[in-house]
């Protein structure tokens, strides 16, 4: 590719005159560009796709697309714009020119910005003069429509679709300086609104918006977008500072009707009513309005305006799972607040803006369907054209085996299983961050290429109108998860109080050398947990940022006029940090490195991200293009100067994101499959815990304990240990769809680690792998011994596969490698076997109350079970087993193992390492009247590797649990096994006599 290829062929400022054509499968044909703007298709992806090579197929454009209302609006409101805008107030033609005509402007507005105001403005003061006008207006009107049968729900909404970075809060702000001014020249003209209610989903947006308010702690450098964005002609000055008495900006929950407690409306409320059911009468929505609107006179014009408006919605649906559930409430609390407010103010329109406005998953609506009251669109595609926003680069393959697409593309499907789930309360961590390898490895390939961006930065700092340091994200599942990538990424204190530092050292928030803390950390958790309990903002950190802090509390003050800066808390400093990063002279300034979970989807918008990772589930397109969005804002707007080639356009910047499975779906409807399958939702009830709930071990493998004071190896009957290099990439190509630019991730800096530093490595965990009851002293008088071991291990006994390399080992988890290296020891040794479990170190003991699954199979209802359901794997005998165990007295209750994560380790072939799911756990009372767990296997003749999941159960996994089942009390009762296989219909005979022998009771028919 030439070093002048430049994938931006359109400038920010004026309506785009060039696309890329697009081709039948979806992707982008960059070598053929086609004149004029492109139409808006509902079944054209909204973001292209990038294959391995280009098909010369072009699309045609359905002829339906230039019927669909934004391409007829645009088509509108250009011939209005070349007209210089005839027939609306001499204010809105003042404010028109003096936006997008004025040369002296020292930042032009975005052509983005301006369709969207010339939409608004078009709309309300010119449509209904003309014949196409009137015919757009009534098409609006119909697809506002949602409940034919009463018109209050149907609200008068306007939504204006604008890529991330394309300004939407510059927008909102010349929206209501359009009607204020106008307004106020105008008191009669009922097209304008007398006051505005901006609304945003969260806290964070909310704070962000605080610019569209007056700043009036200073007559000089008004820090309100009215001022800093130069949108105010002279003449109007005056009449601004009325401005904030008729603007409220708050969140949607303050919509949210109150609970009465404390002085109460009647006396019944919170008692319990005649069905058992608590009486939680809420405060009448007048008293809502009251305490939001108070200002505001009733029966005057309120302008709406929702910043991400695809919150606000009417659910039409009652989804199972939990968070569209929640988001159903949230979104229902936010739309009928202005259904309610429509009835005591005249609403001149509800604005909604946002990059994504789709209907989300679960509420009702074809998932990732366009609001039909989009008026305008200026998508991700355009904004990348134009150089609106930086072009990610995304994983596109690599030298792994996988067939469909790279590894580093879609992590968390690939490690899901090996996270630590979350826990409510908080847990005591283990003494080495316990990741999987391949996030390992995908960690180190990503930081070599964050580190060429950071050389980058500091090379052309002096140079450079950029003062803040490119920031890498991570954006994780569960806290658990995200403590742990903290830990690896940032350095922590083990049990010892020995002080390790970062594995990436640009965000170790440890010196290397001497392990002291930086002044300056510049990796950041951020979490629910590290809000509440922050660690990270101590005596030092407000001692070092004392200048900063001061800033804040003045910036807090126009943000809250109503709170005091006494009241500032940690949590507050550290929401500040996270809200700041990237922005010199603020508390986030020094960051380089966030780690976070599932709190950077919308509303942060740090312009100097060049990296984000993701460890989590993403259970909608939608939510992949919020989380890639925070990568995408620019730090620059330089235009190339006069002369130059591509004069007048941005130069591009570029993003990297791994993790985040955005496979670019085209919008419109969803297809639906003309028969559904009947879903069942498999979930522990909470209501019988306390009788039915059972716990168990989670082994992920076995600790044969023998001790000499020689130490010795054989390695020659050992397996052995194989380096996957077709199961984890050691290259990743990168691409973007709008450029034959490829980037490589690769492991160089890996590969350059000294052979020594593995032996010491390895050899040191064996010692705390071996040895983990010692703490203080780990009997390191072993290690020379072991050391030696290991050399000869690694000399003899590993096998390269693909492209993997020694150096590898160091992102293998360390109990593997070390239980390898302790077969071949014990080889060598007499003494009589002692097994200990390994337990997951952060969720060692498993409970059906964590089941939570969604299945298609046939299900079978419970009684004496924990979860509602058992899950029929084949046709019949899971539920002939189920309805056994339900009428066998001595079972005081079972789980069928589904969604239930139980696991026996098993080595097949001396080097497979497996995992074996038992059919059943049963809780078994004795005829002593004590309890022991029972796992249930009902097996065919032919099941795979029956006999030696039935040696593992029996001599490793039952001693080993049973030698410690006395340390964990949930699971304190003695375990045992029993086998059933031959003819199903006999099958509760067989568990009868199976129980009887397992429980030496003669009576088991009583």
């Keep these: 590719m030439p070093d002048s290829f430049n994938p931006i062929i359109n400038t920010p400022f004026d309506e785009p005159c060039l696309h890329y054509d697009t081709n039948l499968d979806g992707t982008l044909n960059y070598k053929r560009k086609l004149e004029g703007r492109r139409l808006y298709n509902p079944m054209i992806s909204p973001v292209p796709a990038k294959k391995s090579s280009q098909q010369e197929i072009n699309i045609s454009i359905p002829n339906a697309a230039d019927e669909h209302l934004i391409n007829q609006i645009r088509i509108e409101v250009s011939i209005w714009r070349k007209a210089d805008y005839p027939g609306i107030t001499r204010v809105g033609k003042v404010l028109l020119t003096y936006w997008f005509s004025n040369i002296t402007r020292n930042r032009r507005l975005f052509f983005a910005q301006r369709e969207a105001v010339e939409t608004g403005i078009w709309l309300n003061e010119v449509a209904e003069r003309s014949n196409n006008g009137q015919f757009i207006l009534n098409q609006l009107q119909h697809n506002q429509i949602i409940n034919e049968s009463d018109p209050k729900y149907n609200l008068p909404r306007v939504a204006f679709k604008v890529a991330t970075g394309g300004g939407k809060t510059v927008i909102m702000a010349m929206l209501i300086l359009y009607h204020y001014l106008n307004r106020q020249e105008y008191r009669t003209d009922t097209r304008f609104a007398d006051y505005f209610l901006i609304l ?32 105010i002609p002279p003449q109007f000055e005056h009449q601004i500072p009325g401005l904030n008495s008729r603007i409220v900006i708050t969140n949607r929950h303050s919509l949210e009707r109150r609970v009465y407690a404390g002085n109460k409306k009647t006396p019944f409320d919170g008692k319990m009513k005649p069905d058992g059911k608590k009486d939680d009468n809420r405060e009448d929505f007048s008293l809502v309005m009251k305490r939001v609107l108070g200002k505001f006179r009733k029966e005057s014009r309120l302008l709406v305006i929702n910043d991400e408006g695809h919150h606000c919605y009417y659910p039409k649906a009652k989804p199972s799972d939990t968070e569209e559930k929640r988001e159903n409430e949230r979104a229902a609390v936010w739309f009928s607040g202005i ?17 994504t406005p789709y209907f989300l998953n679960g509420s009702g609506y074809a998932e990732y369907t366009l609001f039909p009251w989009v008026v305008s669109d200026f998508g991700l595609i355009e904004a990348m054209e134009s150089g609106l926003v930086k072009i990610p680069f995304m994983p596109e393959s690599d030298d792994t085996q996988e067939l469909n697409e790279a590894k580093l593309k879609n992590i968390y499907l690939h490690v899901k299983d090996d996270l630590p789930k979350k826990r409510k309360s908080k847990q005591e961590l283990s003494d080495q961050p316990q990741l999987p390898t391949l996030i390992k490895n995908a960690l180190a390939q990503f930081f070599e290429n964050y580190e060429k961006e950071y050389n980058r930065f500091i090379k052309d700092y002096e140079s450079s109108f950029i003062d803040a340091p490119p920031v890498f994200i991570v954006v994780c599942n569960n806290t658990s998860v ?5 830990r690896y990424i940032a350095g922590y204190e083990n049990s010892n109080g020995q002080i390790i530092p970062g594995q990436l050292d640009l965000f170790s928030n440890f010196d290397k050398q001497y392990r002291n803390p930086l002044a300056k950390p510049p990796t950041l958790l951020i979490d629910s947990n590290s809000l509440e309990e922050s660690e990270q903002i101590d005596d030092d950190f407000k001692k070092e940022f004392a200048p900063e802090i001061e800033q804040f509390k003045r910036e807090y003050k126009f943000l809250h006029p109503d709170k005091s800066v006494e ?38 918008d740090a312009n100097t991200v060049t990296h984000i990772m993701g460890i989590r589930a993403f259970g909608s397109q939608l939510l992949c293009e919020q989380v890639v969005g925070r990568a995408l804002r620019r730090i620059s707007y330089e235009v190339i100067p006069p002369g130059k080639k591509n004069a007048g356009m941005l130069l591009p910047e570029y993003a990297h994101v791994i993790g985040v499975p955005f496979n670019f779906m085209p919008g419109g409807t969803t297809q639906v499959a003309s028969e559904r399958p009947e879903y069942h939702q498999i979930k522990a009830l909470p209501e019988r815990q306390q009788d039915y709930e059972i716990c168990f071990p989670l082994v992920r493998g076995y600790r044969i304990e023998c001790e000499n004071d020689v130490i010795t190896a054989d390695f020659s009957k050992v397996e052995k240990f194989e380096i996957d290099g077709s199961k984890y990439p050691t290259e990743t190509t990168m691409g973007t769809p709008f450029s034959p630019e490829i980037r490589k991730l690769t492991l160089e800096q890996l590969k350059q680690k000294r052979r020594h530093e593995l032996e010491f490595t390895i050899a040191k965990n ?7 009851d010692y703490k203080e002293n780990r009997k390191f008088q072993y290690f020379p011994q072991i050391l030696m071991v290991v050399r000869n291990w690694l000399d003899t006994n590993i096998s390269l596969l693909g492209d993997a390399f020694l150096n590898m080992l160091f992102h293998y988890e360390a109990s593997k490698v070390c239980q390898q290296i302790h077969r071949g020891i014990v080889a060598t040794q007499r003494n009589k076997e002692n097994i200990t479990p390994l337990l997951n170190s952060y969720n060692p003991i498993g409970s059906t109350r964590y089941v939570n699954g969604i ?9 004496k079970s924990h979860v509602n359901y058992v899950v029929a794997d084949t046709e019949t005998w899971e539920q002939i087993a189920a309805k056994a165990l339900e009428e066998l007295p001595q079972v005081k209750s079972y789980v069928k193992n589904a969604f239930l994560g139980f696991a026996i380790p098993y080595v097949k072939d001396g080097k497979d390492e497996k995992a074996y799911y038992p059919d059943f756990i049963a809780r078994i009372k004795t005829s002593t009247g004590k309890t022991i767990n029972v796992i249930i296997e009902i097996t065919g003749r032919n099941k795979e590797d029956k006999d030696i999941k039935k040696w593992f159960t029996e001599n490793r996994w039952l001693p080993a649990v ?14 045992s096994f029993i086998e059933i296989e031959d003819d199903i219909r006999a099958i509760k005979n067989n568990l009868k006599d199976h129980i009887a022998k397992v429980i030496g009771a003669d009576d088991v028919n009583n």
């Design 200 to 231: 945003a989903p969260g806290i964070t947006i909310k704070d962000r918006l605080s610019v569209l308010r007056i700043d009036t702690t200073s007559l000089y450098n008004q820090q309100d977008y009215y001022h800093s964005m130069d949108l």
């Design 339 to 355: 259904m309610e407010i429509a009835q005591r103010y005249k609403l001149s329109a509800v604005y909604d803006l946002s990059a």
């Design 482 to 486: 995200s403590s742990e990538v903290f």
């Design 567 to 604: 009241n500032i808390t940690e949590a507050d400093i550290l929401r500040e940090v996270v809200n700041t990063v990237g922005k010199p002279k603020t508390l986030g300034s020094h960051v380089r490195c966030v780690v976070s979970v599932s709190m950077l989807t919308e509303g942060w």
């Design 766 to 772: 064996y010692i705390a792998f071996q040895f983990p």
């Design 855 to 863: 299945t298609s199979r046939e299900v079978y209802s419970t009684k």
């Design 962 to 975: 049973n030698k410690i089942r006395n340390e964990h009390p949930e699971i304190s009762d003695v375990w």
